[in-house]
Nanobody, 123 residues
Framework: QVQLVESGGGLVQAGGSLRLSCAAS????????LGWFRRAPGKERETVAA????????YYADSVKGRFTISRDDAKNTMYLQMNSLKPEDTAVYYC????????????????WGQGTQVTVSS
């Protein structure tokens, strides 16, 4: 059974930083594109950042470019999201998910979602 566990969220003041982690059990991240997503209250889930299957390409939503960095450590089967210069509008539940298909530049097809980790940025 695949399980995704996001961690590292919390309450932080505007301008602060957080590092989110995502660990998987029951499947490997190696050779799969990975993504971080978020859902703010009353809004649709959006893609925040993604990294290609080999780590050679990354994607960032315009709203987080220059502030967030996605990375992966396949040896640890873990992915990360370093979030700097946080803003109140970054407040959301953050989720991770790998693509279901190998060798993709961006993750597009997903399995089950984890519980997510809450990020709250105060002004």
């Amino acid at each position: 059974q695949v399980q995704l566990v996001e961690s590292g969220g919390g309450l932080v003041q505007a301008g602060g930083s957080l590092r989110l982690s995502c660990a998987a059990s029951g499947r490997t991240f190696e050779n799969y594109a990975l993504g971080w997503f978020r859902r703010a209250p009353g809004k649709e889930r959006e893609t925040v950042a993604a990294i290609s299957w080999n780590g050679g390409s990354t994607y960032y939503a315009d709203s987080v470019k220059g502030r967030f960095t996605i990375s992966r450590d396949d040896a640890k089967n873990t992915m990360y999201l370093q979030m700097n210069s946080l803003k109140p509008e970054d407040t959301a539940v953050y989720y991770c998910n790998p693509d279901k298909q190998k060798y993709q530049l961006l993750p597009r097809q997903f399995g089950s979602w984890g519980q997510g980790t809450q990020v709250t940025v105060s002004s």
